[in-house]
């Protein structure tokens, strides 16, 4: 092989004239293999995959009349916690989506309305060619407005209380988490295990809920030990102090600003290192405080959100159109700083 050819980003060009074919062939093999000889089509996608050819994105935007770009609502900043989620997904987003050879075009939107009219307005005039929808909510509007406007889209989270077949979707399953981490704090004997979550009806918060109801099922002590605030490290000391009276020996959070603040109420707790306490989302401040937590795969999620675009611009039905992916618990020591 052409020592070019590792070296540099390959082209059209630069390949066919390592094989002694044409560009013609080599787009052919891409678009059109049936019509190429099945000896040639072999050593072209050989080529291909040892020298990591890829397409030209802008050809293949000229070739299909498409604009190769995918719109994603920007929300505002909440607490500087939590938020590092969503930095981790669009960084990713980004990243796959590169890949593949698409642009993520960011646009902000007042509410679920606007953002609508939004995407149906870049669609319409040909500068977006797919959106993706993140921050689902119970009742969420957002997918039976896209799919009235017939605007291709896939989302960051499953339609909660509705059908989960309309449109595709991933989505992590936050009672997996919370399930764990529940029974985690049982194998260190507790058995007046509470949980800190949100206002019932959020959808994403009744699902981290739910995992927690499962893990406790059994034991009649931890029952009575459910409290829904607003999400914030101060609501979250509060409730935890409330919890702490009447009897809960460790604590499971719906995500980390509630368990930063449940920290400063539990930090006596802690035995041998051990905090019994976990958050979720697995934020950096949670990393850097020695907070146990639920780590969501958004990497993946992302990953498999663009392959699922992939499918729907080449007009193929995407092999599995919901996805629900199993998140990790990550035990941690309590940082001595923090202690």
Not at 167 to 172: A, F, M
Not at 204 to 225: E, I, N, Q, T, Y
């Amino acid at each position: 092989m052409n020592p070019e050819l590792r070296t540099s980003r390959p082209t059209l060009l630069s390949l066919a004239g390592e094989l002694g074919v044409s560009r013609q062939t080599i787009s052919n093999v891409i678009n059109n293999p049936a019509i190429v000889k099945p000896e040639t089509r072999e050593r072209v996608l050989a080529a291909i995959a040892a020298t990591g050819y890829r397409p030209s994105a802008a050809g293949r935007a000229l070739r299909t009349q498409r604009s190769l770009s995918i719109a994603l609502r920007l929300y505002p900043a909440v607490d500087g916690v939590n938020g590092t989620i969503m930095d981790r997904f669009v960084h990713s987003l980004a990243v796959a989506a590169q890949h593949e050879g698409y642009r993520i075009s960011l646009f902000a939107a007042d509410s679920a309305d606007d953002e609508v009219e939004v995407i149906d307005a870049l669609h319409r005039a040909s500068s977006i060619d797919v959106a993706v929808l993140t921050d689902t909510l119970a009742g969420d509007t957002r997918p039976a407005g896209l799919l009235a406007a017939r605007v291709p889209f896939v989302a960051f989270g499953r339609p909660w209380g509705e059908r989960g077949d309309s449109h595709c979707w991933v989505d992590v399953d936050g009672s997996v988490g919370t399930e764990a981490a529940t029974m985690s704090l049982r194998a260190d004997g507790h058995t007046h295990i509470g949980f800190l979550g949100w206002p019932a009806g959020s959808g994403v918060g009744d699902d981290r809920r739910s995992g927690w109801v499962r893990a406790v099922s059994d034991l009649p002590g931890s029952r009575s030990l459910d409290l829904g605030v607003e999400d914030g490290a101060q609501p979250g000391a509060e409730a935890a102090a409330v919890l702490l009276a009447r009897g809960a020996t460790a604590l499971v959070c719906a995500s980390d600003s509630l368990a930063l603040g449940a920290l400063t109420v539990f930090r006596g707790l802690r035995k041998d290192g051990r905090l019994p306490l976990v958050g979720f989302d697995d934020t950096p401040v949670a990393r850097a405080l020695g907070l146990s937590s639920v780590h969501q795969p958004v990497e993946l999620a992302a990953e498999r959100l663009i392959g699922m675009v992939a499918d729907l611009l080449d007009g193929r039905t995407p092999h599995e159109p919901q996805q629900l992916l199993n998140p990790e618990l990550v035990l941690r020591e309590l940082a001595p700083f923090a202690q």
